[in-house]
């Protein structure tokens, strides 16, 4: 059994999934029997620290997994209870990862792993990319105002998403020590660099949590629709994000899937090459081969 601890966003909570998901696959073909995958989903109790203001976001899609309950936790994590902590060999269960990117010390562990971390790298789950993209498309069918967003990002041959991370980036003073914000200068020089490959017949989505502040303060000289709002689910959000031709993503593991789950082969898309405040996009990996950093 593989348990994944889920955490954070949406963004991180399918890094997460894919990564376990694709573990789940590798183990299947090296054995050729079933490997049951599961999710803990207990850091979203209303007295987590972090993740107070998050919820467990997956349930819109087409996710093979169920959720852990807390005797299959314990009994992977404890399995000789109490003293477990005590005894070095049980670590082989559980791997942690702390860091951003790629680490192919998870392929050395056991078939009953707990998996805790972020594992913010498509070399996780890239050998089975067929299957995550799949996996990760939508059951829930869109509401109203998506629906009409869709239909307008149809209608135009070159739209582009452009998603802007503000929120607790902004807000918390420990998270923007840590991550940092994209400048208005970005978002200007990569809608630049998209038009200068494509021309400028293009239609702007504007993606954010904080669109009134986007409204006011980052103007583009191009027909702009600003979908954001309280009547599009973020699991929504990321979708759109997906039917649009080309992309602009922030420093944001949400806007990087909405950027992945995108299809077609010519996409252009657009990453700010400093992710963190102290780490770039290269020196983290986290970044597609195939996608321009500015």
């Not at 073909?29 to 803990?40: G, W």
């Not at 067929?130 to 967003?149: M, N, Q, S, Y």
């Not at 940092?180 to 978002?187: E, F, H, L, Q, V």
């Not at 602009?248 to 909405?258: E, V």
């Amino acid at each position: 059994m593989i348990i994944i601890n889920m955490k954070g966003g949406l963004g991180n909570q399918l890094f997460q999934y894919a990564a376990g998901r694709a573990l789940s696959i590798r183990q299947v073909k090296s054995s050729e029997s079933e490997v049951i995958l599961k999710l803990d989903i207990n850091g979203y109790g209303e007295n987590n620290g972090i993740d107070t203001m998050r919820h467990y976001s997956l349930s819109p899609f087409n996710i093979r997994a169920n959720i852990a309950t807390n005797s299959e936790i314990r009994k992977l994590k404890y399995p000789f209870g109490i003293f477990s902590k005590g005894m070095r060999f049980i670590k082989n269960n559980i791997f942690h990862q702390y860091h951003l990117g790629f680490s192919k010390t998870i392929y050395e562990y056991s078939r009953n792993i707990y998996l805790d971390g972020f594992f913010q790298s498509e070399k996780y789950f890239l050998d089975n990319e067929t299957i995550i993209r799949d996996d990760l498309k939508l059951i829930k069918p869109l509401g109203v105002e998506a629906k009409k967003i869709l239909e307008q990002i149809h209608l135009h041959s070159q739209a582009v998403s452009v998603h802007v991370r503000r929120g607790d980036y902004v807000n918390d003073a420990n998270t923007n020590q840590f991550h940092g914000t994209c400048s208005k200068d970005y978002y200007r020089d990569a809608v630049d660099h998209i038009t200068s490959q494509i021309g400028k017949d293009i239609n702007l989505y504007i993606f954010s949590d904080d669109i009134d502040w986007v409204r006011r303060n980052i103007r583009f000289d191009y027909p702009t629709t600003y979908v954001s709002s309280i009547d599009i689910k973020d699991y929504e959000e990321l979708y759109l994000m997906s039917q649009c031709d080309h992309h602009i993503i922030a420093n944001s593991s949400f806007s990087w899937w909405g950027a992945w789950l995108d299809e077609r082969s010519s996409k252009i898309i657009v990453a700010p090459k400093q992710w963190l405040r102290n780490k770039t996009s290269a020196e983290l990996g986290i970044l597609p081969r195939s996608w321009i950093t500015l």
